[in-house]
T-cell receptor, first 111, second 117 residues
Framework: GENVEQHPSTLSVQEGDSAVIKCTYS??????FPWYKQELGKRPQLIID?????GEKKDQRIAVTLNKTAKHFSLHITETQPEDSAVYFC??????????FGDGTTLTVKP | GAVVSQHPSWVICKSGTSVKIECRSL??????MFWYRQFPKQSLMLMAT?????????EQGVEKDKFLINHASLTLSTLTVTSAHPEDSSFYIC?????????????FGPGTRLTVL
């Protein structure tokens, strides 16, 4: 089955700096890669996703890149703000199939 | 975006009792729903995939007789934890897939915090 590895497990940045979280996947058939933000005690919220026919996608301060050959994808957050502090999960799935999640990255943005 | 509700948001029960958790897609039809459990500071662990009108598909290591899943309609799936024990205490989260227009996006419910005494 699919195996998703996520790094780093914790990340601390200064407000205004950029944050990068990386994930690798094992199943070359995976074609959908969402990123979720989860605040303590709350549900995961989809923040951005990318499909295998696209190499990069951007939404304001958030961007995701995908390298299908190397089987890795990354989340980039620019101009970080304290409210960006949360746990971020990457996931990989085959369209209409189940998702496999990474172990999560705890992001702390220091004011 | 699409809304998924979950009820109850938290429940405390005695060991040996059964607890039912409901997951509803409020503004879209979900042919597929997923049930996860999440321990503190850990990732989401998929328990089972629930398809409307058919039996759920359980992940390896998940006891199907203990975690009963029913997906009777396109907007409702239920998870029943039977004969609950303290080790079943966890955060249970459902998600519903919105496949309209080929988006294949999962929307998560708010979760249910189960505490078994």
């Amino acid at each position: 089955g699919e195996n998703v590895e996520q790094h780093p497990s914790t990340l601390s940045v200064q407000e205004g700096d950029s944050a990068v979280i990386k994930c690798t996947y094992s199943d070359s058939a995976s074609n959908y890669f969402p990123w979720y933000k989860q605040e303590l005690g709350k549900r995961p919220q989809l923040i951005i996703d990318i499909r295998s026919n696209v190499g990069e996608k951007k939404d304001q301060r958030i961007a995701v890149t995908l390298n299908k050959t190397a089987k890795h994808f990354s989340l980039h957050i620019t101009e970080t703000q304290p409210e960006d502090s949360a746990v971020y999960f990457c996931a990989a799935s085959i369209y209409a199939g189940k998702s496999t999640f990474g172990d999560g990255t705890t992001l702390t943005v220091k004011p | 975006g699409a809304v998924v509700s979950q009820h109850p948001s938290w429940v405390i029960c005695k060991s040996g009792t059964s607890v039912k958790i409901e997951c509803r897609s409020l503004d879209f039809q979900a042919t597929t729903m997923f049930w996860y459990r999440q321990f503190p500071k850990q990732s989401l662990m998929l328990m089972a995939t629930s398809n409307e009108g058919s039996k759920a598909t359980y992940e390896q290591g998940v006891e199907k007789d203990k975690f009963l899943i029913n997906h009777a309609s396109l907007t409702l799936s239920t998870l029943t934890v039977t004969s609950a024990h303290p080790e079943d205490s966890s955060f249970y989260i459902c998600s519903a897939r919105d496949g309209a227009g080929g988006t294949d996006t999962q929307y998560f419910g708010p979760g249910t915090r189960l505490t078994v005494l």
